[in-house]
């Protein structure tokens, strides 16, 4: 490693980002172990070894690497070192569905919370927006688990007068799209998905139990009726460790 007032390229991509330091090396150091860069049973570099690798001060890479602790990825021995006991989970079971009957479809074993409930809202303004909003919305606040670890966390917005269409049951029981697809006397004649990579703020962090900064996916879904009134507005966060996007080609 370059060294003196050189700067590595380790330290140089740490001051790219606005993100803690020692919330980036967790990150990288979490990628070492899942790649099998530092096996499971074997002794990782020590603090200063690290610490002059990264371009950072010693208190930095305790901070990281207590995150990995916390998380059971490691266990420190004093007068032994550092070693790895467990690699990161990555059971990519979540999938972001891309084809409509994949939308209508709840996940198997999935558990809905809902977390706010407001009545008569204004739609938020939202990217590439199609359709027209509706006067007022019911903004439902939703978090999706499984087996008692939250994947998603979900802002829907569902146009006021199509409420009592919907039974309150479906609010913890459906996907969003499926709220608004068998509406009597309303069909969706249009529907649109976005999906852009992000990393986790602070709410995030803590509705997912994710560090900040984690990578995340954030999802909009518009539902547009014949009418060409916005039925449906919905924003979802997904964990990046737990989900997939897939897209059939042919």
């Given at each position: 490693?370059?060294?003196?007032n050189?700067?590595?390229?380790?330290a140089?991509?740490?001051?790219?980002?606005?993100?803690?330091?020692?919330?980036q090396?967790?990150s990288?150091?979490?990628?070492?172990?899942?790649s099998g860069?530092?096996?499971?049973?074997a002794?990782i570099p020590?603090?200063?070894?690290?610490?002059?690798?990264?371009?950072?001060?010693?208190?930095t890479?305790?901070q990281?690497l207590d995150i990995l602790?916390?998380?059971g990825?490691i266990?420190?021995?004093?007068a032994?070192?550092?070693?790895?006991?467990?690699?990161?989970?990555?059971?990519?079971?979540c999938e972001?569905?891309?084809d409509?009957?994949?939308?209508?479809?709840?996940?198997?074993?999935?558990?809905?919370?809902i977390?706010?409930?407001?009545?008569e809202v204004?739609?938020?303004r939202?990217?590439?927006m199609?359709?027209?909003?509706?006067?007022a919305?019911?903004?439902?606040?939703?978090?999706?688990s499984r087996d008692g670890?939250?994947?998603l966390?979900?802002?829907?917005?569902?146009?006021?007068?199509?409420?009592?269409?919907?039974a309150?049951?479906?609010?913890t029981?459906?996907t969003?799209m499926?709220l608004?697809?068998?509406i009597?006397?309303h069909?969706?004649?249009e529907?649109?998905?976005i999906?852009?990579?992000?990393s986790?703020?602070l709410d995030?962090?803590?509705?997912l139990?994710?560090?900040?900064?984690d990578?995340?996916?954030k999802?909009?879904?518009i539902?547009v009726?014949?009418?060409?009134?916005?039925?449906?507005?919905?924003?979802?966060?997904?964990r990046?460790?737990?989900m997939k996007?897939e897209?059939?080609?042919?």
């Open positions: 490693m370059p060294v003196g050189t700067e590595n390229t380790t140089k991509a740490l001051k790219k980002s606005n993100v803690s330091r020692y919330i090396l967790a990288l150091f979490r990628k070492r172990i899942e860069e530092w096996e499971v049973g002794k020590t603090v200063k070894e690290l610490a002059d690798q990264c371009g950072v001060a010693t208190m890479i305790r990281s602790e916390n998380e990825l266990e420190r021995y004093r032994k070192g550092t070693f790895v006991i467990e690699r990161p989970n990555r059971d990519l079971w972001v569905q891309t409509w009957s994949g939308l209508l479809i709840a996940r198997e074993n999935a558990r809905i919370e977390l706010g409930d407001e009545r204004a739609l938020p939202c990217e590439d199609i359709g027209t909003p509706a006067p919305y019911r903004h439902l606040r939703r978090r999706h670890v939250a994947f966390l979900a802002d829907v917005y569902v146009d006021e007068r199509l409420c009592s269409e919907i309150e049951s479906d609010y029981t459906v969003a499926r608004v697809s068998e009597p006397g069909t969706v004649t529907a649109n998905q999906v852009t990579i992000s986790a703020d995030t962090a803590t509705e139990n994710v560090s900040i900064g990578p995340v996916a999802v909009q879904r539902a009726d014949q009418h060409g009134d916005i039925m449906m507005l919905a924003r979802g966060i997904y990046g460790d737990m996007i897209v059939k080609l042919r």
